[in-house]
């Protein structure tokens, strides 16, 4: 069933025209990333739209099964149940899918990979590749190294989450629904259930675990799952702000040993994929408007838990359609020819 | 010095043209504050405009020592330095003065008042009462039933605070820095040192302790010094959000006794001045728009800590203006009557 052996040489990004998929399709372009055919798929609303890659026109073509006969490897950003349709028959077909989508991170039998945290993972797939929640890869990049170095024990976080994480709807939401508000017209939001503009809405997806939201339970479920430890407990937060993109996350971590803000700066800034912007005094810190577009966490605001005698806290901010989404693919897709090659070299 | 025994006849308005003496000024009227002489004092700039009170105009006067000589009671909202200069001066010429300001909270001769959790310390006052930060305010009177029936010893908290808090020009800032924005044109911002349209800015004040900001360690100090513990230890993020009015806040607290949710809901509902509002598969929990205008502290997103045994979370949203600022400082001052009535007639 799977083409172990097989270069990737045949692309598809599914879910090609959203907010993900274009930057996933920018992404492939501008990373050189190694490949002979690209396609593009998208919902039959979308098929039929010209896109440009690397200088040539591609046809988006419609999410049907055929599409993937001669695909190696497809990254997907599609709703749940795109994803929980098409990704099985893809991945019968012989297709490896690398998915943004929520639908498969929890199966056991697939990986949930951050390249720079626990890219030994991807050697276990099944064809399926899952990309964790935007909130959740930036929180445990910036962890691993604490987690590494002194054993987390326990993650208290509120998020300051971008209307970008509901997709091209929600950022519409925000642009259409601010000016509303300030030329005081009314305005019917397609995405939220409350007015997002000048407001902040401490819900993020539905009711899911004892009062606790489904955006917040995958903070707590996947980061167990990516650092293989059920050990660590995480306690979220997750609240949309009115902010166009990256997410920003208040943290505070306990650790079995205590670190020092010096100890955990030097941790941070060792650490690939992460950024360290501290100055207080200079008001220097992450904030979405200097992250907007890079492909790093950032990290600032690191200083001793006042609340107990083991605990660090920080803030950290990152471009959640990048190293949230499209970023965090693409790399899991270079690892994983990075990985076929040297197999196939060896 | 202090005229222990009068009643409070004659009320002075400091800073009665900025964006809570304004509210202050109306919550006289509305609540019908017993009162036979206003005076509304501001800076020289604002001096001789004309001010509706109780269907009578009434002229702003300059802030200069003489206006306090026949002013019973001052309730001021002004900067810390303008505080500083002239409330020891009133105080000697016997007025008492509810003070909103930094200035003079952390005093040990001064009581800091949140009518709803310590009204006996108003009684040991020496002529200025102070009303502590909008951040601070909403917290404790949250926490306060919290800490009488299970004992707090750690309280974590990440703030979304609106632009309101930093004045009349900070609301400014931010609908002009939105209209700016979403017209791709330059905006300069009056008060924030970053933009805060379509932005989070993680410092509120100034580098003030161990990389935490002024704004933060007043809701350290100032809650250790309401419940009059110094046990109790608080660790707080405070970001400034590109909210209009309406302070949000994410509370984790630990406590001695465990509290269930079931249980620390009722605490809320029987506590005056909290509003539950708390169902979040209707989707409702409280959000700044919501909260505008309103008096109370309204709670939601109750729910047990994941990340410990003895912890609750929860969501915290008030009127920064109105019970962060402007309502606390009349409410100190009904009390002050009330009991001063009390003891003229016992």
Redesign the interface.
């Known amino acids: 069933m799977r083409r172990d052996s097989v270069l990737y040489r045949s692309i598809a990004v599914v879910g090609a025209t959203g907010a993900v998929g274009t930057l996933i399709r920018n992404l492939l372009e501008e990373r050189s990333f190694p490949l002979e055919r690209i396609k593009f798929v998208a919902s039959q609303r979308s098929a039929g739209t010209k896109l440009m890659f690397a200088g040539r026109e591609v046809t988006v073509e419609p999410l049907e099964p055929k599409v993937f006969d001669d695909v190696d490897l497809a990254i997907a950003s599609t709703p749940d149940d795109v994803a929980e349709a098409f990704i099985p028959q893809a991945v019968q077909q012989g297709t490896v899918v690398i998915d943004e989508s929520g639908r498969w991170r929890m199966d056991p039998r697939v990986p949930l990979v951050i390249p720079e945290v626990n890219p030994e993972a991807i050697a276990g797939n099944e064809g399926i590749i899952a990309s964790p929640n935007c909130s959740t890869t930036q929180m445990v990049l910036a962890l691993k190294p604490l987690h590494d170095a002194a054993r987390l024990r ?3 976080v ?1 998020t ?1 989450q971008a209307t970008s994480g509901a997709g091209l709807a929600g950022s519409r939401d ?2 259409r629904g ?2 509303a508000h ?1 030329d005081s017209a009314d305005y019917d939001y397609e995405t939220f ?3 997002i503009a ?6 993020i997806g539905s ?1 899911k675990h ?4 489904s955006e917040e339970m995958k903070m ?1 479920y996947e980061t167990l799952k990516i650092f293989g430890d059920d050990s660590i ?5 997750c ?1 949309r ?4 993109n990256c997410h ?1 996350e ?1 943290i ?1 971590v306990e650790t079995e040993r205590k670190l020092s ?1 010096a100890e955990a700066r030097e941790l941070f800034a060792a650490t690939p994929g992460i950024v360290v912007d501290d100055d ?2 200079a ?1 220097q ?5 200097h992250c907007h577009g890079r492909d790093e966490v950032f990290i ?9 005698d083991h ?1 660090l ?1 920080f ?1 950290c901010v990152s471009d959640n359609l990048r190293k949230g989404a499209a970023t965090n693919a693409v790399q899991i897709a270079e690892l994983l020819v990075r990985q076929t090659t040297q197999h196939v070299g060896s």
């Open positions: 326990r993650v208290i509120s300051y925000l642009q601010t000016q300030l259930t409350h007015p000048f407001n902040v809405i401490p819900q009711e004892q009062g606790y939201t707590v407990r995480v306690c979220p937060t609240v702000v009115p902010v166009s920003s208040s505070l803000p207080l005094e008001a810190y992450p904030m979405p408007i600032g605001r690191i200083r001793e838990d006042l609340s107990s605990g806290a803030w």
